[in-house]
């Protein structure tokens, strides 16, 4: 079954940078009919969409609020995705997760499967 | 962005009841051309990642159980849990996918009365 698996907890002050991987199997990663998702999700609150990349062709799309200091990147040879989020501050403190989305429009690009999630603790 | 508003904020529900959650967008998720509400329903559980119950507003993701349903059009949507069970206890998000940034609600925590 498909499976998507992320690194550890991280901890990291003010002005850092953080890369967490998720790594998938189960299914097939380079597809032109998939994209990988990263969303956070601050403590009582609903998830927010980060940004996605596809292993097939290398595409990418940034959230507004990341699309100076985020970058996504995948390693096809281990299935594996990467989030590098750079110029960390307080609010950034969150549990990060990575999540399966279809591509195409009108199959819906809602997210079906998802990773464990990775906390992110950002202070001085 | 389309933003999503969810109603009531919690709720609490004796076993074996049932538990409305509304959501509502502030722009139709209906799309014309297939008829189709870009609406999605996810199950939170404490400290797990969201689930996919529900998809186009109304079909129930596999192996959801059949007492989750998904209703509406437009700008109201519900998701109803009948027969509530102890493993229900969760926060609910709606989430739409019609417009890019994809966007969810607020979440409606649902517990045990």
């Known amino acids: 079954q498909i499976q998507l698996y992320q690194s550890g907890s991280e901890v990291r002050k003010p002005g850092a940078s953080v890369k967490i991987s998720c790594k998938t199997s189960?299914?097939?990663?380079?597809?032109?009919?998939?994209?990988w998702n990263w969303l956070r999700q601050a403590p009582g609150q609903g998830p927010e969409w980060m940004g996605w990349i596809s292993a097939y062709n290398g595409e990418k799309s940034y959230g507004q609020d990341f699309k100076d200091r985020l970058s996504l990147t995948t390693d096809t040879s281990t299935k594996t995705v990467f989030m590098d989020l750079r110029g960390l501050t307080p609010d950034d403190t969150a549990v990060y997760y990575c999540?399966?989305?279809?591509?195409?429009?009108?199959?819906?690009?809602?997210?079906?499967?998802w990773g464990q999630g990775t906390l992110l603790s950002v202070s001085s | 962005d389309i933003v999503l508003t969810q109603s009531p904020a919690s709720l609490d529900v004796p076993l074996g009841e049932t538990a409305t959650i509304t959501c509502k967008s502030r722009q139709s998720l209906l799309y014309s051309s297939n008829n189709k509400n870009f609406l999605a329903w996810y199950q939170q559980r404490p400290g797990q990642p969201p689930k996919l119950l529900i998809y186009w507003a109304s079909t129930r993701d596999s192996g959801v159980p059949d007492r989750f349903s998904g209703r509406g059009s437009g700008t109201d949507f519900t998701l109803t849990i009948t027969s509530l069970a102890a493993e229900d206890v969760a926060v609910y998000f709606c989430q739409q996918y019609l417009d890019h940034p994809p966007t969810f609600g607020g979440g409606t925590k649902v517990q045990i009365k």
């Open positions: 189960g299914h097939t990663f380079s597809t032109s009919e998939i994209r």
């Open positions: 999540a399966r989305q279809n591509s195409d429009f009108y199959k819906g690009r809602f997210f079906d499967f």
